[in-house]
C-alpha cells in the first residue's frame, strides 16, 4: 500500500519563477494538506483541501495557492518565488480515521 | 493546539538507555489531538504516537510512550531502550478535529553507542 508521494524530491528555480508541486495521497485518504519547513524550523500550515476545494488556510500569501483533482491527489503552486520560499514543502493526507501520513517531501531552492 | 513548545534543541541518551522528549501546548480548545512525529534526515515525517484531550490514560506505541499531563498543558514523549536508529529530529505537534498540525521547533535526539 503506497503512502504519500510527493514529486518532485528536488527543484532549483530562479528568483520570481514559478513553482508546481504534485502529492499523490494515501490510498483511503481524501484531504491533503501542505506544510512548509524551513531549515531547522518545524512545518508551517500553508493550507488543507478537501473535496476539491480550500477548507483551510494558514499564514502565507496570495502567491501560494494550490488544487485538489477528482482523485484527491493536489498541487501546490509558488508564483513570483522569493529566496526566502527556499524550503522543504510537505503534503500530508488524512481521511476518515484521525491520523496524518505525510510524504518525504519536495525540497526547494530558490537561487 | 494553537500554540507548541519544545525548550530543548538537542538531547543526548546512551543507546539502550529511555529519554524523554519535552513538549507543552497552549490552546483554548476543550477537544483537540497531540501528535508526534520522528524526521530523519531524509525529511519524511513518521508518525510515532497520538493522545487525544480526552484519553484517560496515556498513549503507548511500542518503546513509544507519551506522558500527557492536561493540567499542566504537557505531552512529554518517552522513548525506553533508545537505539541508534532513534537518532533523528523530534516534532510535537497539536491539532483539532482533522484541520491543521501545529508543530513545535523540534528536539534534535543524539543516540551514542
Known amino acids: 500500500d503506497a503512502g504519500v508521494t510527493q514529486s518532485p524530491t528536488h527543484l532549483i528555480k530562479t528568483r520570481g519563477q514559478q513553482v508546481t508541486l504534485r502529492c499523490s495521497p494515501k490510498s483511503g485518504h481524501d484531504t491533503v494538506s501542505w506544510y512548509q519547513q524551513a531549515l531547522g524550523q518545524g512545518p508551517q500550515f500553508i493550507f488543507q483541501y478537501y473535496e476539491e476545494e480550500e477548507r483551510q488556510r494558514g499564514n502565507f500569501p496570495d502567491r501560494f495557492s494550490g488544487h485538489q483533482f477528482p482523485n484527491y491527489s493536489s498541487e501546490l503552486n509558488v508564483n513570483a518565488l522569493l529566496l526566502g520560499d527556499s524550503a522543504l514543502y510537505l503534503c500530508?493526507?488524512?481521511?476518515?480515521?484521525?491520523?496524518?501520513?505525510f510524504g518525504s517531501g519536495t525540497r526547494l531552492t530558490v537561487v | 493546539a494553537q500554540k507548541i513548545t519544545q525548550t530543548q534543541p538537542g538531547m543526548f541518551v546512551q543507546e539502550k538507555e529511555a529519554v524523554t522528549l519535552d513538549c507543552t501546548y497552549d490552546?483554548?480548545?476543550?477537544?483537540?489531538?497531540l501528535f508526534w512525529y520522528k524526521q530523519p534526515s531524509s525529511g519524511e515525517m513518521i508518525f510515532l504516537i497520538y493522545?487525544?484531550?480526552?484519553?484517560?490514560q496515556n498513549a503507548t506505541e511500542g518503546r513509544y510512550s507519551l506522558n500527557f499531563q492536561k493540567a499542566r498543558k504537557s505531552a512529554n514523549l518517552v522513548i525506553s531502550a533508545s537505539q541508534l536508529g532513534d537518532s533523528a529530529m523530534y516534532f510535537c505537534?497539536?491539532?483539532?478535529?482533522?484541520?491543521?498540525?501545529?508543530f513545535g521547533q523540534g528536539t534534535i535526539l543524539t543516540v551514542h553507542p
Open positions: 505537534s497539536g491539532g483539532t478535529s482533522y484541520g491543521k498540525l501545529t
Open positions: 500530508a493526507s488524512s481521511g476518515p480515521v484521525l491520523g496524518y501520513t
Open positions: 490552546t483554548s480548545d476543550q477537544s483537540y489531538g
Open positions: 493522545q487525544g484531550s480526552y484519553d484517560e
